[in-house]
């Protein structure tokens, strides 16, 4: 079984001591932020490098996914106060200088919702057809869900229940019990999504193929993941409704879409992209 390891907060020294902001050692750099920045990046990155292989403009490609991340954080800070905190709705209508604590938290199935809804903005300010642009996004997600689910795992917030799997985290957290690891778990599938795609990028797809097909992998295997997770009463669980967590009625949804997508993709003709929206030879 793995041990147990959690990355600590640091401190980026300045070139000056800043007390009067409160940095007296320094700027404080936290392992789960800058591992979720740096998937944010990756998903650009890989964004662009499937835009270029599919002859795809860049430019719009690159618009396209900061439209998705900009609302995707709105989305996974909204989602997880209101599904998973909502007491802190009534700590701030009690005392609105608490407003921050809406933000204080972010949830991956919210970040879908808004990534989601940051598409059709796009789509509407644009108007430009979606679903071939919106597979180079959908491409890259896994590639930047690895480093977001890295930051998931060595702060290890996704505790599961006492296990003696083999990949379960002994010690959790300095007690004597052997628990899985969501996060770590996301890892692995994120991992394995990306060799997936890689040998099946080598071909042409039908337009939307990418955005059917990562939602799909990802729906069920999130959806049993959180059968795994930690009751709410317990440090780290989820709130359940009706037994299940709210990702799990989120995957239940994006199942759904992603099948409607498909047949959408199999059985409607293809829409033109204008000559701006790829690269010239």
Known sequence: ????????????????????????????????????????LASVRAADWYARKNRLSTAVVGDLTVHMLFFGFIGAAVFNTLFYFPERLLEVAANPRHAARLFSGISSYGGFLGGVIGSFVWRRRRQLPLLELGDATAFAAPFGWLFGRSGCAVAHDHPGGVTNFFLGIREWDGTPYTRHDLGFYEVLWSAAVMALLLVLVQRKRTPGFYVALVPTLYAPYRFLLDFLRIDAALPGGDARYAGLTPAQYAAVGTMIMALMVLRHSLTEPAAELPSYARLSA
């Open 1 to 40: 079984m793995l041990p147990w390891i959690k990355a600590a907060p640091f401190f980026f020294p300045t070139p000056i001591p800043l007390p009067f902001a409160g940095l007296e050692e320094g700027i404080p750099m936290h392992p789960f932020a800058l591992l979720v920045m740096t998937g944010a």
